[in-house]
């Protein structure tokens, strides 16, 4: 999209102690959810998560479980296909299994699976939509 990202989310098959481990001076924000933060630098904040699965949302906000699972778990919890992306760091192949990259080419927003199921997870991904489409010129999907 040629735009300079500021946040970086990585994703992991390591398990949550060896993240910490390896990351010394990591802030415990969203630990309970698999994620440890980098401290910021130079404007840029760097996210590290375990692949994840995460059951029920009682609050339509967080998960009331979540345990480690693996990428295709991992991408069926996402909100939107353009945020579904991995890059692999060992071969720069991107892996796109929900059409993020079609979708970021036609400049679609397009929920993950079913938009009822999605935003009844989280009712914040409904302002996400908004803002994204807003903010990038996206055109949010007719089922979306």
Do not use: C
Not at 84 to 96: M, N, V
Not at 125 to 138: T, W
């Amino acid at each position: 999209m040629a735009r300079k990202p500021r946040d970086w989310d990585i994703v992991t098959d390591a398990p949550l102690g060896e993240i910490r481990s390896a990351f010394p001076d990591h802030l415990e924000v969203g630990a309970a959810f698999g994620i440890i933060k980098l401290p910021p630098r130079e404007n840029e904040q760097i996210d590290i998560a375990i692949f994840r699965k995460e059951e029920g949302y009682s609050d339509q906000r967080h998960p009331d479980k979540v345990e480690p699972g693996d990428m295709k778990t991992d991408v069926t919890r996402r909100d939107f296909t353009s945020n579904a992306l991995y890059l692999d760091l060992q071969t720069f192949e991107i892996i796109d299994s929900v059409g993020g990259l079609r979708d970021i080419q036609s400049k679609v927003l397009r929920t993950v699976g079913s938009p009822i199921k999605r935003f009844t997870e989280d009712a914040l991904r409904i302002l996400r939509a908004a803002r994204f489409s807003a903010q990038l010129g996206f055109k949010i999907e007719r089922d979306t």
